[in-house]
C-alpha cells in the first residue's frame, strides 16, 4: 500500500498594530500566544487576513479666534457687523485662562468697533514725586483724524485744550482756567509747558491709547520671560462693572514701574481705568473714563477751535 503523506498546516494569527496600540493605552493586556492545534480536517480556505493599523488619534481642538481687519469703520453698517464678529470670543472665559492674549484680542475689537466716544475723564497723577488732586474733564474722541477736546469740570475749571493731528501745524489750542482763560496759547502738545502737569501728552489721550501702551509692556515683559499677571475677578470702576486685570513686574530699567491694573468694562468690552504704581508701591497714576458713550457721531466742528460753544478763539 502506497503510504500517501498528507502535510497539515498549522494557522498561526497575529496582530501586529492593534495589541501594541492597546497595551501602550492600557486599554489590553497581552497574553501569551496561543498554542498551535492540528485540525482534523484540513481547513478550508479563507481571505487571507489583513492587519488591522489602530484609529488615528485625532488632534486636540485648537480655539479659532477673529482675525483684525486693519481698515478703519467707517458706517454703522461697519461697526455692526464687527460688534458681531468680535461677540464670537468667549471673553469671560478666556479673561480668566490667558490674560495676554484676552489683551491682544480686546485691542483688535477697539480698533475695529470704536470710531469716537465722548466720556468723563477723571485722572490723578504723580509728577515730580508729588501726587496731584484728581481732576475732571469732558472729553471728546475720535480716531479718524486722531482728534481730542477736553473741558475741565474739577481742577482747573475751565481750562479747555484741543488737537487735531495733522492741523494747526501740529500744535493744539488750550487756555487756562480762572482769572488766566483769557490767555489763548497755540502750543507743541510735547513741550514743557503742555506736560508742566501731565505724565502724558495730549497726542496719547483716550482709553484705546491707554490699552495699547499697557499692551506693549505687556508683550515685552512676556518676551522677556517677565511677565507676571493675576485675574482680579469682577469689580466696580467708572461706575461699571469690570473685569480687573494686574501685572507685575521685576524692577528693571526697561519697565515702567511695578503694577499696573486693569479694568475692562464687562459689557462694552473696554477699557474703561488703569492704576499704576511706583517700584515702591506708591500710586503713580489712575485714570477713569466714566459716563463713556462709544461711537456718538461726531464731527469736525467738535474739534474746530472756532467752534462758538467752546472759549478757544
Known sequence: MRILSIALAVCSVCWPGVLRAADEAGAVAPGPAPEATVPS????????????????????????????????????????????????????????????????????????????????????????????DEEAANMKWRRDPFSVYMKFVMGDK??????VEGQNSGKMRAHAGGLLSWIKLWVEPDSSRAMKDNLRPITKAGMTNMLSAALAVYEEAA???????????????????????????????????????????????????????DWDGQIMSKYRYADLKLNTGLTDKDFDWKNPDYGLK
Open 158 to 163: 475751565g481750562k479747555e485744550a484741543v488737537y
Open 223 to 277: 518676551r522677556n520671560g517677565d511677565l507676571k499677571v493675576e485675574f482680579l475677578g469682577t469689580m466696580t470702576a467708572a461706575g461699571r462693572t469690570c473685569y480687573g486685570i494686574k501685572r507685575t513686574l521685576p524692577k528693571k530699567d526697561i519697565y515702567p514701574g511695578k503694577e499696573l491694573v486693569l479694568f475692562i468694562d464687562c459689557e462694552k468690552l473696554v477699557p474703561v481705568g488703569a492704576d499704576s504704581y
Open 41 to 132: 480536517q484540513p481547513p478550508a480556505a479563507t481571505e487571507p487576513m489583513k492587519t488591522v493599523s489602530p484609529p488615528a488619534t485625532p488632534a486636540p481642538p485648537t480655539t479659532q479666534f477673529p482675525q483684525l481687519d486693519p481698515s478703519l469703520p467707517k458706517t454703522e453698517d461697519e461697526i455692526r457687523r464687527a460688534t458681531a464678529k468680535w461677540a464670537q470670543v468667549d471673553w469671560h472665559s478666556l479673561v480668566r485662562t490667558d490674560q495676554l492674549k484676552f489683551l491682544q484680542l480686546l485691542q483688535m475689537k477697539c480698533h475695529e468697533t470704536v470710531i469716537d466716544f465722548t466720556a468723563t475723564f477723571h485722572k490723578q497723577e504723580r509728577i515730580d514725586g508729588k501726587l496731584r
